[in-house]
C-alpha cells in the first residue's frame, strides 16, 4: 500500500503572558496532579507560580523534581512508580526538552501500568490514550510540547517512544517563564529549533503544509535570537523565539530530521555532557554546509527568509547563502565549533561515522553520505 504524508496535531496551544493560567480550565477538583519538573526550577521559584495555582483547586498535588537532562530510562520508570502510588489523574510537566520528555513517557506508561515494562523498553509501541499531561516550557528549544514523540536514554544510547496517543492535550506557551534564561541556554535552544526547522524543510519527507511553518521559524530565530540572547529580558524576542520552538517541534514531528540530529545521537554517546541542544548546534553549520549542494534551492529559500537579499545570485550562491548566515548567526550567540571534551582515536572517530551512518534518522538526510563523508565531519566538529 503507498504512503502519504499524513498532518494530524489535536493539541490545544496556548499563547502569550500569563497564558499558564489557563491551566485550570483542563484540572480541578477531582485531580491528582503529578507535577514533573527539576530541582533547578524548583530553586528558581518557576515551579512556585504553578503550584501556587493549583494549591487548593485541585484534590491533591505532589511534585517530583529529579529530572536531569537526556532522561534516563530508569528514571522515568521511578517517576511512574511514584505517579501510580500517588494516584494521579493528571500529568503537569514544567521545563524544558528533558522535563517535557519524561512526563510524556510517564503519562504514557502509566496508562499501561503494571505492565509498563515493555513499553518503557521501547518493546512494544503506546496503544491506550496517555494520561493527560499539560506542559509549560521553560525553554524555547525542543518543541517536544508539540510533538507525539518522546526521547530517552538507555544507557547513555538515545532512543524514541513514538505514537499520536502521545500527542498533548493543551500545552502553555508564556514567554514569562523563560525571561531571563542565561544567554548560553538562550543560544543553544533556539539553534535547536533552527536546526528543527532547516532539517524538516530540506529533509526527504518534508511536507508542503510543513513549508511556511519552517520558513516562518527561520524568519523568528534570525530576526529575534540575538536581541534575546543580547537582553534575557526582553519579552517580545522570548515570545517570538516561544513560537518558534514550537512550530519547529510541530514540523519536525510530522516530518523528520537528518544528519544534524544523526550525529547528535551517536556523538552524545561518547560525550556524557554534551546536551542536545548544544551538539544540534555546533554540527548544523557542518551537515548544511555538506547537504548544500543536493538542495540549494531549498536552502535560497531559507536564506531568504534569514533576510538575505538573493535577487540576482546564482542558485549556488544563493544556497550557501544560507549556510553563511547560520555560520554568522551561531558566531553572534557565541556557539562553539567544536565538541569539548577528550579527543578521540582514529577507530573510535570511524565507529561514530558508522552509527551516524547507518542511524534510522540519516535516511531522511537529503544526501547520502559516505562514512569518509562523516569522517570529515567528525573531525571538523571534533576536540582540538
Known sequence: ???????????????????????????????????????????????????DMLDGHVRALRVYDS???DPAIEMVCEATEQAHAFGA????????????????????LLAHFPDYQPYALRKRPPEHPSLPCYAIPTTAGTGAEASSAAVLSYNHVKG???????????????????????????????????????????????QTI??????????????YLPRAYANGADQEARAALTQAACMGGLAMGHSGTGLVHAFS?????????LSHGRSNSIFLPYCTRYNAPAVLDRLADIAQAAGIQTLGLT????????????EQLSDTVNIPKRVTGHTLSAARIAELAENTRTHFITANNPRVPSKEDLIKIIHQAMPL
Do not use: W
Not at 94 to 107: C, E, H, L, N, R
Not at 170 to 185: H, W, Y
Not at 265 to 273: G, K, P, S, V
Open 265 to 273: 545521537n551517536t556523538m552524545c554517546e561518547e560525550y556524557h555532557d
Open 210 to 223: 510543513l513549508d511556511a511553518l519552517n520558513l516562518h521559524v527561520v524568519r523568528l530565530i534570525f530576526r
Open 89 to 108: 489523574t493528571a500529568i503537569v510537566c514544567v521545563g524544558g526538552g528533558s522535563v517535557i520528555d519524561a512526563a510524556k513517557s510517564v503519562a504514557m
Open 1 to 51: 500500500m503507498a504512503s502519504y504524508p499524513r498532518f494530524y496535531f489535536p493539541t490545544r496551544i496556548f499563547s502569550g503572558a500569563g497564558s499558564i493560567e489557563q491551566l485550570i480550565a483542563f484540572v480541578g477538583a477531582q485531580d491528582a496532579v503529578f507535577l514533573i519538573t527539576d530541582a533547578t526550577l524548583v530553586q528558581l521559584g518557576l515551579v512556585k507560580r504553578v503550584t
Open 315 to 326: 542558485a549556488e550562491q544563493a544556497g550557501f547563502a544560507a549556510v553563511e548566515a547560520i
Open 67 to 69: 529530572v536531569l537532562p
Open 160 to 206: 524514541g517512544i513514538k505514537a499520536e496517543t502521545m500527542f498533548l492535550p493543551a500545552v502553555f506557551l508564556d514567554e514569562t517563564m523563560m525571561l531571563g534564561l542565561p544567554q548560553s541556554i538562550t543560544a543553544e535552544t533556539a539553534m535547536d529549533a533552527l536546526t528543527h526547522s532547516v532539517e524538516s524543510y530540506i529533509g526527504l519527507h518534508r
